[in-house]
């Protein structure tokens, strides 16, 4: 078996290089390719639109008549093969778990490269039972559109489905704009890339959360700047109790303007991802200045909730992109990239304690470790901190115009609102914590 | 109060606090708020799309190639720009030793060229072949809605249109090279030349030096801006190049009589002065025709009825300022770009009423600036993209950073990030 599959490859190989070697006749690979896709579940029947440029369809011969144009009386099988070959060939759709079988072509179309009815799902069905190209159309047949509307047999319009789209092969650069229409009107948009996987167009919010559970767990992990304030948070409290307060704060904090970001609320300046990286790098500098001067900072959980919000932001950044994958699950696929940074920050935690704590029992004393790790911490972040400073002084300052100042202010007026509340939560508890003669004692 | 512990009235003190700061807040936000949308009015601001220069577009060509005067710009389907300039007729010989064989560096660029939106260089070609007569000095492209590509020219013996794939396989020439020469003329003649020539605008089968197309997709007809030496509008079948009907100023009938030089404040010419540099659709059926050298733009219907017209820097003489024109890309086309290659200007008009909104550009060879910005175009996204002529021999383009309160004249947008 193994020889037969080293031979499989090596032929596989030569096979390659003498196509390299070859020139093609004519018709190059192209270079980028948008396939348009729709995808709308009505009833028992799935509707599928797709649009795709004929120069990226290899091997099939359109009939043509003078002048390379494409004899439009004779072309209908060609493109029923073409859709056959090249689209439904290689794409599966999944109900549930279940493959559905291979499509019905309800109808194919040459168009027209101006053609703008796929625009929507119903100008594109529109066009597909509409009235054909007139015969007469002078078309050089690479420069024409191949549309087809394929129906799939399912059980039901309510049930969940997935695609896995393998069009990857139709140019260098395959981008497909993807449209699931579920019933209730909403219009769900994935931009793939190459063979992007099975992709879920309607993900149920656990498969959505999945996802995002592991999305926040690597990021944390592969986050250096993350990893470093978590560092120096800890150097100083390695007991349960204090760690869990300052870790709560630093949650709280970053979900806080995640979500803020994630439901539009953050500038959206060009200046502002560097501001925030500068921060972050900011706070690692700081936490590590504050261990290397204080031995035992107080209050560490409020600077630590001040700088969440800070990091939240920078959490934001890599979500930006991704969001679309969480369906309609945005808050709870936000919250699932929480819970993954918490999970990752634990994991980082159930390592860092306990070897924090070997450190300074056999190899350093406490505070000389501590010292001497926040100087190595402090070092690292003072460069992030300046060059992330250089790349923010290439914006130029915003100017201070009323609007922008009335926009400041509608921030400080929720962040008052905030503190607001907190403090009065804060009194209520005392109130309800507290025996009630205490307060109420009169005067005597 | 005083029966109140020093604990609750403190407690009272801190609440009113942030009742008041609450208060203040809201009030002093509401306050500016106002005085925004009044500092906004004051300052002579206007809002409309927002510019800036992408300076790290398109990508250096390969094999040293050099751009001649670029004098023709179009985005395609695929949202590919595709430009054609004059290659090596407009270099001067210290600009191409490598094609004189006397250096390394440069030579000219084939004169079609396709780029994609991250600037890579795709397609290239251009140049004569067999079966058609490649003009003189080629001028204005366009991609069709079936994807091909259309060039006229403005040289002297140029009296015709071509039509290619994007491969570059000659589909069609409409008109026959050479048919404005006077009979008994020598040959030779620079562009603008008359002499040795004579105006056509009523011949039913060639042209005069053509400037742009613009391929009527609903119609399959080519509206062709006719041009350096004729004075009218000229549509022809896409298909065929049979000539369909043809107008001059005002819907007049054209007359190839020479014009009295253009003197700002006299009144308008009853006629196209040349060149006839654009003649563009609109997406409710208008066609806007570039009078250059009379500072106007005159809008049609498809039939060539007379609309109405607009005047643009009418002191400015030789050149003209109504160079090309090109629409925003929202469904309505809102708003219209003209390229004034003599002001060096980008103009952001309002197409309902015409009027110039704001103005970008400068003079200069920095990023953001042009040397005769001659050719603009517009992609999906609502960039824009211009060519320039003469010595400028570059395309640029400007990236649409959506609405904003702008300044009535930009100078150069240099970018605001880079």
């Known amino acids: 078996m193994c020889m037969i599959a080293a031979l499989r490859r090596f032929a596989l190989l030569l096979a390659g290089l003498v196509l390299l070697t070859v020139p093609v006749a004519a018709h190059d690979l192209p270079r980028d390719v948008t396939v348009q896709a729709f995808v709308k579940p009505e009833g028992q029947t799935l509707n599928v639109l797709i649009r795709v440029p004929l120069k990226a369809i290899m091997d099939v011969e359109f009939p043509r008549r003078e002048q390379d144009f494409v004899d439009l009386t004779r072309v209908d099988q060609s493109l029923r093969d073409a859709a056959t070959i090249w689209l439904s060939g290689n794409i599966d759709i999944y109900e549930g778990d279940t493959l559905l079988p291979p499509p019905r072509i309800v109808s194919t179309r040459m168009s027209l490269e101006s053609d703008q009815s796929f625009r929507a799902y119903d100008t594109a069905l529109a066009h597909l039972a509409g009235t054909p190209l007139p015969a007469d159309t002078a078309l050089f047949w690479e420069q024409g559109i191949l549309d087809v509307h394929f129906e799939y047999p399912i059980q039901s319009d309510r049930s969940y489905f997935s695609v896995h789209a393998a069009w990857d092969r139709l140019a260098l650069t395959v981008i497909t704009a993807l449209q699931f229409l579920p019933p209730g009107g909403v219009v769900r948009a994935y931009e793939l890339e190459g063979d992007a996987?099975?992709?879920?167009?309607?993900?149920?919010?656990?498969?959505?959360?999945?996802?995002?559970?592991?999305?926040?767990?690597?990021?944390?992990?592969?986050?250096?700047?993350?990893?470093?304030?978590?560092?120096?948070?800890?150097?100083?409290?390695?007991?349960?109790?204090?760690?869990?307060?300052?870790?709560?704060?630093?949650?709280?904090?970053?979900?806080?303007?995640?979500?803020?970001?994630?439901?539009?609320?953050?500038?959206?300046?060009?200046?502002?991802?560097?501001?925030?990286?500068?921060?972050?790098?900011?706070?690692?500098?700081?936490?590590?200045?504050?261990?290397?001067?204080?031995?035992?900072?107080?209050?560490?959980?409020?600077?630590?909730?001040?700088?969440?919000?800070?990091?939240?932001?920078?959490?934001?950044?890599?979500?930006?992109h991704t969001l679309q994958f969480s369906g309609s699950h945005l808050l709870s696929s936000l919250l699932a990239f929480n819970v993954g940074v918490e999970l990752g920050q634990l994991l980082v935690l159930a390592i860092l304690v306990p070897f924090l704590n070997i450190l300074f029992r056999y190899v350093v004393a406490e505070r000389i470790g501590t010292i001497l790790l926040s100087a190595i911490v402090a070092h690292t972040a003072w460069h992030w901190m300046t060059e992330r400073f250089e790349v923010l002084q290439q914006f130029p300052v915003p100017e201070i115009t009323a609007a922008g100042l009335a926009s400041g202010l509608r921030w400080l007026l929720l962040l008052v609102a905030i503190a607001a509340a907190a403090w009065l939560l804060f009194v209520l508890s005392q109130r309800w914590t507290k025996p009630a003669s205490r307060e109420s004692s009169p005067a005597e | 109060?005083?029966?109140?512990?020093?604990?609750?009235?403190?407690?009272?003190?801190?609440?009113?606090?942030?009742?008041?700061?609450?208060?203040?807040?809201?009030?002093?936000?509401?306050?500016?708020?106002?005085?925004?949308?009044?500092?906004?009015?004051?300052?002579?601001?206007?809002?409309?799309?927002?510019?800036?220069?992408?300076?790290?577009?398109?990508?250096?060509?390969?094999?040293?190639?050099?751009?001649?005067?670029?004098?023709?710009?179009?985005?395609?389907?695929?949202?590919?720009?595709?430009?054609?300039?004059?290659?090596?007729?407009?270099?001067?010989?210290?600009?191409?030793?490598?094609?004189?064989?006397?250096?390394?560096?440069?030579?000219?660029?084939?004169?079609?060229?396709?780029?994609?939106?991250?600037?890579?260089?795709?397609?290239?070609?251009?140049?004569?072949?067999?079966?058609?007569?490649?003009?003189?000095?080629?001028?204005?492209?366009?991609?069709?809605?079936?994807?091909?590509?259309?060039?006229?020219?403005?040289?002297?013996?140029?009296?015709?249109?071509?039509?290619f794939t994007k491969d570059g396989k000659f589909l069609m020439q409409s008109g026959k090279k050479g048919a404005r020469r006077r009979a008994g003329a020598a040959a030779g003649g620079n562009e603008g030349d008359v002499a040795g020539f004579v105006g056509g605008s009523n011949d039913e089968v060639s042209f005069g030096r053509i400037a742009k197309i613009f391929v009527d997709a609903q119609a399959n007809e080519a509206y062709l801006s006719d041009g350096y030496l004729n004075k009218r509008v000229a549509v022809i079948d896409a298909d065929t190049g049979k000539l369909k009907r043809y107008w001059g100023a005002y819907g007049n009938k054209p007359d190839d009589t020479p014009l009295a030089a253009y003197v700002p404040g006299a009144p308008p010419a009853q006629q196209f002065r040349n060149p006839v540099h654009c003649s563009d659709l609109s997406v409710d059926r208008l066609l806007y025709v570039c009078d250059r050298v009379g500072n106007r733009l005159q809008v049609f219907t498809p039939e060539g009825k007379f609309v109405k017209e607009a005047f643009y820097d009418t002191n400015t003489r030789n050149a003209g300022s109504v160079w090309d024109i090109a629409f925003s890309k929202d469904p309505q086309q809102r708003y219209m770009y003209i390229a004034d290659g003599v002001n060096e200007k980008v103009k952001v008009v309002d197409r309902q009423t015409m009027e110039v909104l704001t103005q970008f550009g400068d003079g200069g060879r920095q990023p953001g600036q042009f040397y005769g910005v001659h050719s603009i175009a517009t992609d999906r996204a609502g960039n824009v993209y211009t060519t320039e002529t003469y010595e400028g021999k570059r395309v640029q383009r400007f990236v649409n950073r959506g609405m904003a309160r702008v300044a009535r004249s930009q100078g150069v947008v240099w970018p605001t990030a880079r």
């Open chain 1, 197 to 320: 996987g099975l992709v879920r167009l309607d993900p149920r919010w656990h498969q959505a959360a999945a996802r995002f559970v592991v999305m926040g767990f690597y990021h944390i992990l592969e986050g250096t700047d993350h990893l470093l304030f978590l560092l120096c948070l800890i150097i100083p409290f390695r007991r349960v109790r204090p760690l869990i307060l300052i870790v709560t704060a630093f949650t709280v904090a970053h979900s806080i303007t995640l979500i803020a970001a994630a439901y539009h609320y953050a500038p959206a300046a060009l200046w502002f991802q560097p501001l925030i990286e500068t921060l972050i790098a900011t706070s690692v500098f700081y936490m590590a200045l504050e261990n290397i001067v204080i031995a035992q900072p107080a209050r560490r959980w409020l600077i630590t909730f001040v700088f969440g919000l800070i990091h939240g932001f920078g959490f934001s950044f890599i979500l930006e």
């Open chain 2, 1 to 163: 109060m005083r029966n109140l512990s020093k604990l609750t009235r403190s407690r009272l003190f801190i609440g009113a606090g942030f009742t008041a700061l609450l208060g203040a807040l809201a009030i002093g936000q509401a306050v500016l708020d106002k005085s925004a949308a009044a500092q906004a009015q004051a300052q002579g601001t206007v809002m409309a799309p927002r510019f800036e220069i992408d300076p790290l577009w398109p990508k250096p060509l390969p094999n040293h190639w050099v751009l001649g005067s670029a004098i023709g710009v179009w985005v395609d389907a695929d949202d590919h720009i595709w430009i054609i300039h004059r290659s090596s007729a407009t270099l001067a010989n210290n600009e191409k030793p490598l094609e004189m064989g006397t250096g390394e560096c440069c030579a000219g660029a084939p004169p079609v060229l396709e780029f994609d939106q991250a600037g890579n260089l795709l397609r290239r070609w251009g140049g004569p072949g067999q079966g058609y007569e490649w003009p003189d000095s080629n001028h204005g492209i366009f991609i069709d809605h079936k994807g091909n590509v259309w060039i006229g020219g403005n040289g002297p013996n140029d009296s015709h249109v071509l039509k």
